[in-house]
Protein backbone atom coordinates (compact mmCIF):
# COMPACT_ATOMS: atom_id res chain seq x y z
CA UNK A 1 0.00 0.00 0.00
CA UNK A 2 1.19 3.55 -0.86
CA UNK A 3 0.59 6.01 1.67
CA UNK A 4 0.31 9.67 0.23
CA UNK A 5 0.81 12.58 2.60
CA UNK A 6 -0.54 15.75 0.71
CA UNK A 7 0.25 19.16 2.43
CA UNK A 8 -2.53 22.00 1.27
CA UNK A 9 -1.22 25.90 1.03
CA UNK A 10 -2.97 28.68 -0.26
CA UNK A 11 -0.51 30.50 -3.02
CA UNK A 12 0.07 33.17 -0.01
CA UNK A 13 0.95 30.58 2.56
CA UNK A 14 3.45 28.94 0.16
CA UNK A 15 6.84 31.01 0.93
CA UNK A 16 5.63 30.04 4.79
CA UNK A 17 5.61 27.13 6.61
CA UNK A 18 8.45 25.34 5.43
CA UNK A 19 9.22 24.17 8.83
CA UNK A 20 5.81 22.45 8.81
CA UNK A 21 6.74 20.28 5.88
CA UNK A 22 9.47 19.26 7.22
CA UNK A 23 7.91 17.93 10.30
CA UNK A 24 5.67 16.44 8.49
CA UNK A 25 7.91 14.62 6.29
CA UNK A 26 9.59 13.16 9.63
CA UNK A 27 5.71 12.33 10.33
CA UNK A 28 5.37 10.40 7.53
CA UNK A 29 8.07 8.08 8.17
CA UNK A 30 6.83 7.62 11.64
CA UNK A 31 3.49 6.86 10.97
CA UNK A 32 5.26 4.22 8.49
CA UNK A 33 6.56 2.63 11.22
CA UNK A 34 3.72 3.13 13.28
CA UNK A 35 1.70 1.55 10.97
CA UNK A 36 3.58 -1.58 11.08
CA UNK A 37 4.09 -1.92 14.41
CA UNK A 38 0.55 -1.85 15.31
CA UNK A 39 -1.28 -2.92 11.85
CA UNK A 40 1.10 -5.10 10.76
CA UNK A 41 0.86 -3.59 7.09
CA UNK A 42 3.81 -2.48 5.30
CA UNK A 43 3.38 0.70 3.51
CA UNK A 44 5.27 3.00 1.12
CA UNK A 45 4.73 6.89 2.17
CA UNK A 46 5.27 9.54 0.01
CA UNK A 47 4.96 13.48 0.97
CA UNK A 48 4.47 16.42 -1.05
CA UNK A 49 2.96 20.03 -1.28
CA UNK A 50 -0.47 20.87 -3.49
CA UNK A 51 -0.47 24.99 -3.59
CA UNK A 52 -4.70 25.71 -3.90
CA UNK A 53 -6.01 28.50 -5.35
CA UNK A 54 -9.04 30.21 -3.94
CA UNK A 55 -12.23 29.42 -5.77
CA UNK A 56 -14.99 32.23 -5.61
CA UNK A 57 -17.63 29.71 -7.02
CA UNK A 58 -16.90 26.39 -4.59
CA UNK A 59 -15.39 26.63 -1.70
CA UNK A 60 -12.67 23.82 -0.85
CA UNK A 61 -13.94 20.75 0.91
CA UNK A 62 -14.24 17.17 1.14
CA UNK A 63 -16.11 16.72 -2.21
CA UNK A 64 -13.38 18.24 -3.98
CA UNK A 65 -10.62 16.68 -2.33
CA UNK A 66 -12.32 13.26 -3.00
CA UNK A 67 -12.56 14.44 -6.47
CA UNK A 68 -8.48 14.80 -6.47
CA UNK A 69 -7.95 11.41 -4.83
CA UNK A 70 -10.06 9.68 -7.62
CA UNK A 71 -8.08 11.76 -10.12
CA UNK A 72 -4.92 10.98 -8.95
CA UNK A 73 -5.84 6.79 -7.84
CA UNK A 74 -8.02 5.58 -5.77
CA UNK A 75 -5.72 2.60 -4.92
CA UNK A 76 -3.00 5.08 -3.20
CA UNK A 77 -4.26 5.94 0.32
CA UNK A 78 -4.14 9.91 0.16
CA UNK A 79 -4.13 11.94 3.28
CA UNK A 80 -4.77 15.27 3.06
CA UNK A 81 -3.34 18.08 5.73
CA UNK A 82 -5.36 21.36 5.38
CA UNK A 83 -5.51 24.37 6.32
CA UNK A 84 -9.48 24.25 6.95
CA UNK A 85 -11.79 21.99 9.02
CA UNK A 86 -14.25 19.35 7.25
CA UNK A 87 -17.96 21.39 6.79
CA UNK A 88 -19.22 18.10 8.02
CA UNK A 89 -17.61 15.11 9.49
CA UNK A 90 -19.09 12.16 11.85
CA UNK A 91 -15.14 12.15 13.74
CA UNK A 92 -15.33 13.66 17.14
CA UNK A 93 -12.24 15.69 15.92
CA UNK A 94 -11.36 18.19 13.12
CA UNK A 95 -11.04 15.47 10.35
CA UNK A 96 -12.98 13.25 7.67
CA UNK A 97 -12.31 9.42 6.69
CA UNK A 98 -13.15 7.19 3.87
CA UNK A 99 -11.77 4.34 1.82
CA UNK A 100 -8.45 4.87 1.21
CA UNK A 101 -8.99 8.51 2.26
CA UNK A 102 -8.28 11.18 5.14
CA UNK A 103 -7.95 14.24 5.89
CA UNK A 104 -7.24 16.45 8.90
CA UNK A 105 -7.71 20.14 9.80
CA UNK A 106 -3.63 21.05 9.99
CA UNK A 107 -2.99 23.63 12.73
CA UNK A 108 0.27 25.70 11.82
CA UNK A 109 2.24 25.99 14.60
CA UNK A 110 3.54 29.19 16.31
CA UNK A 111 6.36 30.90 17.88
CA UNK A 112 9.35 28.72 18.61
CA UNK A 113 6.95 25.78 19.80
CA UNK A 114 7.06 24.05 16.85
CA UNK A 115 7.57 20.43 17.00
CA UNK A 116 5.66 19.82 20.07
CA UNK A 117 2.52 22.29 19.04
CA UNK A 118 2.53 20.09 16.01
CA UNK A 119 2.45 16.88 17.98
CA UNK A 120 0.23 18.18 20.01
CA UNK A 121 -2.47 19.79 17.33
CA UNK A 122 -2.12 17.47 14.12
CA UNK A 123 0.09 14.15 14.90
CA UNK A 124 -2.37 12.66 16.79
CA UNK A 125 -5.59 13.90 15.02
CA UNK A 126 -3.66 11.93 12.34
CA UNK A 127 -3.61 8.67 13.87
CA UNK A 128 -7.46 8.99 14.57
CA UNK A 129 -8.23 8.67 11.08
CA UNK A 130 -5.05 6.64 9.78
CA UNK A 131 -6.96 3.88 12.78
CA UNK A 132 -10.55 4.25 11.19
CA UNK A 133 -8.97 3.15 7.83
CA UNK A 134 -6.69 0.65 9.30
CA UNK A 135 -9.05 -0.73 11.42
CA UNK A 136 -11.32 -0.89 8.55
CA UNK A 137 -9.01 -2.63 5.68
CA UNK A 138 -8.04 -5.00 9.03
CA UNK A 139 -12.16 -6.09 8.57
CA UNK A 140 -12.46 -4.35 12.10
CA UNK A 141 -16.44 -3.84 12.22
CA UNK A 142 -16.25 -1.49 14.80
CA UNK A 143 -14.03 0.46 13.49
CA UNK A 144 -15.61 3.48 14.00
CA UNK A 145 -16.82 3.28 17.13
CA UNK A 146 -13.20 1.63 19.19
CA UNK A 147 -11.24 5.27 17.71
CA UNK A 148 -14.12 7.42 19.60
CA UNK A 149 -14.73 5.86 22.76
CA UNK A 150 -10.49 5.52 23.02
CA UNK A 151 -10.74 9.05 21.74
CA UNK A 152 -13.08 10.47 24.03
CA UNK A 153 -10.69 8.76 26.68
CA UNK A 154 -8.30 10.84 26.11
CA UNK A 155 -10.13 14.10 26.44
CA UNK A 156 -12.72 13.73 29.01
CA UNK A 157 -10.50 10.76 30.85
CA UNK A 158 -7.64 10.69 32.12
CA UNK A 159 -5.90 8.28 29.59
CA UNK A 160 -2.66 9.41 28.24
CA UNK A 161 -1.64 9.98 24.16
CA UNK A 162 1.22 7.59 23.66
CA UNK A 163 4.03 9.47 23.21
CA UNK A 164 7.12 8.74 20.93
CA UNK A 165 10.57 10.74 20.58
CA UNK A 166 12.31 11.00 17.13
CA UNK A 167 13.60 7.52 17.14
CA UNK A 168 10.50 6.41 17.14
CA UNK A 169 10.87 5.35 20.80
CA UNK A 170 7.66 5.52 23.24
CA UNK A 171 9.29 8.25 25.69
CA UNK A 172 8.14 10.19 28.93
CA UNK A 173 8.86 13.76 28.16
CA UNK A 174 9.61 15.91 25.68
CA UNK A 175 8.16 13.23 22.17
CA UNK A 176 7.91 14.48 18.48
CA UNK A 177 4.91 12.89 17.81
CA UNK A 178 1.57 11.96 19.50
CA UNK A 179 -0.71 9.14 18.87
CA UNK A 180 -4.06 7.63 19.98
CA UNK A 181 -3.76 4.61 22.75
CA UNK A 182 -3.21 1.32 20.20
CA UNK A 183 -3.55 -0.75 23.02
CA UNK A 184 -6.85 -0.12 23.72
CA UNK A 185 -8.25 -1.51 19.88
CA UNK A 186 -8.03 -5.43 21.32
ZN1 LIG B 1 -13.30 9.50 13.94
Not at 53 to 59: C, L
Not at 61 to 72: A, G, Q, S, V
Not at 82 to 98: E, L, N, V
Request: aromatic residues 16%; proline residues 2%.
Amino acid sequence: MLLHFIFLLTEDEKSQHCDDYIYIKKMAEFYQFWIKKNFAIDVEINCDILITKKNIIQRLDIPLLMKDHFNRSEQIYHFYLCYFKPIWTDCSCDGYHAENFGMVWWQHAKDNQHDPQLAHKNCAVVSHELSHELLRQQKNKHYIDIVHQIWSQHFLGDLEFQQYDENFCITKKNPKFLTIDTTKFI
